[in-house]
């Protein structure tokens, strides 16, 4: 079985990288490795031989191909290698490395809220779009300067890097706001995720927007909740996993615009009408005691002169 693809060199164009090494990697749970490598030639190309996987000994196993430059290693999509006589890699592309720029833009955000828990606590998923639109990767190898930084509510709680294109060993918690330590290279978006919780007693709050965000997406498992943002709009009530949330859109968004939710405070509960129940009888009561006597009294026989 031969696995073949090409290297590039990104940039305005991208052009064939010779003389780089290209290798095929074998991943089980047990163990991790190389099994195979080889320098690409003049037009970036690279061929392997794999031998032919058994389906019984192999069906755990994921084959992926890396190169390395400019300090940084680039990895190939998982390669589909059962049944197959030749695999063809889609290329790998990689650029030079820089610090500090280019620029990294957020192409989307998606904050999830859901309903109360127990405490009156709210979980929060974040799921935002990061692009770089230069055309170098941008690196950091400083904790305290991300190659991304942006801002979270300050009054979240109990932060948690998720999983994406992004590791969570990349991502950290800084004050308030998300530090990306990881490498973020050009073309497609790459995404990064965490989620925090809200505190109880619901109320306002604010989802801080610190820098430009072309759209800005919301969900919201409180249906009766109400938000307030630039140019918003009411994508009406879909189900997610059983779930119902209120969604809304908002974008283009600047640097210092507020996206505001107002939460019901609480989750609802029956003994919560108590209060208005026993105020809506006391006022039933006085008003009959009032509507009693004021009545005229009703004569009893005829008058006495």
Same mark, same amino acid.
């Given at each position: 079985m031969t696995v073949s693809g090409r290297v590039l060199l990104g940039g305005r164009d991208s052009v064939p990288l010779r003389?780089?090494?290209?290798v095929l990697h074998r991943v089980t749970r047990?163990?991790?490795?190389?099994?195979?490598?080889?320098? &690409?030639?003049?037009? =970036?190309?690279?061929?392997?031989? #794999?031998?032919?996987p058994r389906a019984a000994a192999d069906s755990g196993a994921v084959y992926v191909v890396s190169t390395w430059h400019d300090s940084l290693a680039y990895f190939s999509l998982p390669l589909n290698v059962l049944g197959r006589p030749a695999v063809r890699v889609e290329d790998l592309v990689v650029y030079p490395t820089t610090k500090g720029t280019p620029p990294i833009e957020v192409a989307r955000r998606l904050v999830t809220?859901?309903?109360?828990?127990?405490?009156?606590?709210?979980?929060v998923l974040e799921i935002l779009e990061l692009q770089n639109t230069g055309l170098s990767t941008r690196i950091t190898d400083d904790t305290l300067v991300p190659t991304w930084a942006g801002a979270i509510p300050p009054s979240a709680i109990q932060f948690q890097a998720g999983q994406g294109d992004i590791s969570p060993e990349? &991502?950290?918690?800084? =004050?308030?706001?998300?530090?990306? #330590?990881?490498?973020?290279?050009?073309?497609?978006?790459?995404?990064?995720s965490y989620g925090y919780m809200l505190p109880a007693g619901g109320g306002r709050v604010s989802i801080p927007i610190d820098q430009p965000t072309r759209d800005v997406n919301?969900?919201?498992?409180?249906?009766?909740?109400?938000?307030?943002?630039?140019?918003?709009?009411?994508?009406?009530?879909q189900q997610v996993e059983q779930r119902r949330f209120a969604a809304y859109r908002a974008g283009p968004l600047a640097p210092g615009d507020r996206v505001t939710i107002g939460l019901p405070r609480g989750a609802f509960r029956p003994q919560m009408l108590v209060p208005y129940v026993v105020g809506l009888l006391g006022a039933g009561m006085l008003a009959a005691l009032v509507w009693a006597l004021r009545r005229k009294p009703l004569a009893s026989g005829p008058a006495t002169p």
């Open positions: 003389g780089t090494w290209a047990q163990s991790a490795g190389p099994i195979d490598s080889v320098r &690409t030639d003049a037009t =970036g190309r690279y061929r392997m031989q #794999l031998p032919r809220i859901g309903l109360p828990a127990g405490d009156g606590t709210r979980e990349a &991502t950290k918690r800084v =004050g308030d706001r998300v530090f990306v #330590l990881g490498a973020i290279p050009p073309g497609q978006v790459k995404q990064l919301l969900l919201i498992e409180d249906t009766v909740a109400v938000v307030e943002a630039p140019g918003v709009q009411s994508l009406g009530v």
